[in-house]
C-alpha cells in the first residue's frame, strides 16, 4: 500500500490555496509603520546617598480599634454604621467639636441619622450607605462606610474589619470624592481635580503581612468627560487610623 502523507499534504494545499483565492489578498504581510527605538531607563544622580527613612508619613499601615463598639457574634453587620461614626466623632474632639472645627456639620448633624419609616435615614443625614464584602479574604464580610464631613465637600472613606471580637478600622481616606469602587480586596477612590478633564485614582489594598489596607496606586488620569475642574480639597493619603 504506498504512503498515505502525500496525499494529506496536496489536500492541505489545496484548502489553502481554496482560502486565499475566497478571502482575496488578506493574508499579505503589511507595514505597520516605523519602530520606536527601544531607550533604557536612564538613571539620574548615581553617587545621591539614598534616603534612610520616608521624608512624609502617610501611616499607611496604621489601624485602630474601634471604643466603645461592641461586635455581638462577630457579626460586622450587627454593628451599627451609625454608632461607628459617633464613636469617631468622640475620639476626635479637635475635628468634630466646636465652633472652630474643621467637620463641626458632621457632628451637628449627626441626630439627624436616626432611622425613619422602613429604616431610611433623612438627607440631613451624613453617613452614607453601608457596603459590606470580604476585602481582607478571611472569608468574612467587612464595612466599607462613607460619610459627609461637613460643611466641607469632603467625603470620609472608612474600612472596618473584626479581630479577635472588636471592630478594627483598617483604613481611612478623606477627600472631595467623585466614586468609590470595591474591587477583589481593593477600594478605589476616584477625585477630581482642577484640571479640566482628568481625575485623582487612588486604591488601597488589603495586606495580610500588615494586616491593614496598603495605598498601592496613587494616580493622576485623563477622563475626558468633565468640562469643569474641582481643585482637590486635601492630599491623598490621609492617615490609615485618624483624620
Same mark, same amino acid.
Given at each position: 500500500?504506498?504512503?498515505?502523507?502525500?496525499?494529506?499534504?496536496?489536500?492541505? +494545499?489545496?484548502?489553502?490555496?481554496?482560502?486565499?483565492?475566497?478571502?482575496?489578498?488578506?493574508?499579505?504581510?503589511?507595514?505597520?509603520?516605523?519602530?520606536?527605538?527601544?531607550?533604557?531607563?536612564?538613571?539620574?544622580?548615581?553617587?545621591?546617598?539614598?534616603?534612610?527613612?520616608?521624608?512624609?508619613?502617610?501611616?499607611?499601615?496604621?489601624?485602630?480599634?474601634?471604643?466603645?463598639?461592641? #461586635?455581638?457574634?462577630?457579626?460586622?453587620?450587627? +454593628?451599627?454604621? =451609625?454608632?461607628? +461614626?459617633?464613636?469617631?466623632?468622640?475620639?476626635?474632639?479637635?475635628?468634630?467639636?466646636?465652633?472652630?472645627?474643621?467637620?463641626?456639620?458632621?457632628?451637628?448633624? =449627626?441626630?439627624?441619622?436616626? @432611622?425613619?419609616?422602613?429604616?431610611?435615614?433623612?438627607?440631613?443625614?451624613?453617613?452614607?450607605?453601608?457596603?459590606?464584602?470580604?476585602?481582607?479574604?478571611?472569608?468574612?464580610?467587612?464595612?466599607?462606610?462613607?460619610?459627609?464631613?461637613?460643611?466641607?465637600?469632603?467625603?470620609? #472613606?472608612?474600612?472596618?474589619? +473584626?479581630?479577635?471580637?472588636?471592630?478594627?478600622?483598617?483604613?481611612?481616606?478623606?477627600?472631595?470624592?467623585?466614586?468609590?469602587?470595591?474591587?477583589?480586596?481593593? #477600594? =478605589? =477612590?476616584?477625585?477630581?481635580?482642577?484640571?479640566?478633564?482628568?481625575?485623582?485614582?487612588?486604591?488601597?489594598?488589603?495586606?495580610?503581612?500588615? @494586616?491593614?489596607?496598603?495605598?498601592?496606586?496613587?494616580?493622576?488620569?485623563?477622563?475626558?468627560?468633565? @468640562?469643569?475642574?474641582?481643585?482637590?480639597?486635601?492630599?491623598?493619603?490621609?492617615?490609615?487610623?485618624?483624620?
Amino acid at each position: 500500500m504506498p504512503p498515505r502523507r502525500p496525499v494529506r499534504t496536496t489536500a492541505a +494545499v489545496a484548502l489553502l490555496l481554496a482560502t486565499a483565492v475566497a478571502c482575496g489578498d488578506t493574508g499579505a504581510l503589511r507595514s505597520a509603520g516605523a519602530t520606536p527605538t527601544a531607550t533604557s531607563p536612564a538613571r539620574l544622580w548615581p553617587n545621591l546617598s539614598p534616603a534612610a527613612s520616608p521624608a512624609y508619613d502617610f501611616d499607611e499601615a496604621d489601624t485602630e480599634t474601634v471604643k466603645g463598639i461592641t #461586635v455581638p457574634g462577630d457579626d460586622i453587620r450587627e +454593628v451599627d454604621p =451609625i454608632a461607628v +461614626v459617633r464613636a469617631e466623632i468622640a475620639a476626635n474632639p479637635s475635628d468634630y467639636n466646636g465652633s472652630k472645627a474643621p467637620y463641626r456639620g458632621t457632628a451637628e448633624r =449627626i441626630g439627624d441619622c436616626e @432611622k425613619g419609616k422602613g429604616g431610611d435615614r433623612g438627607a440631613a443625614c451624613p453617613v452614607l450607605k453601608p457596603y459590606y464584602r470580604d476585602l481582607t479574604g478571611d472569608g468574612r464580610e467587612d464595612l466599607t462606610l462613607g460619610f459627609r464631613l461637613l460643611p466641607t465637600k469632603m467625603t470620609a #472613606v472608612r474600612v472596618y474589619t +473584626v479581630e479577635k471580637h472588636r471592630l478594627v478600622q483598617v483604613m481611612a481616606n478623606d477627600d472631595a470624592v467623585s466614586g468609590v469602587e470595591l474591587a477583589g480586596h481593593s #477600594v =478605589i =477612590i476616584r477625585s477630581p481635580s482642577e484640571l479640566a478633564g482628568y481625575e485623582y485614582r487612588v486604591q488601597w489594598t488589603w495586606d495580610a503581612d500588615q @494586616k491593614a489596607m496598603l495605598l498601592t496606586h496613587d494616580e493622576f488620569l485623563r477622563t475626558g468627560g468633565r @468640562k469643569h475642574g474641582v481643585r482637590r480639597a486635601t492630599p491623598v493619603p490621609t492617615s490609615a487610623a485618624t483624620p
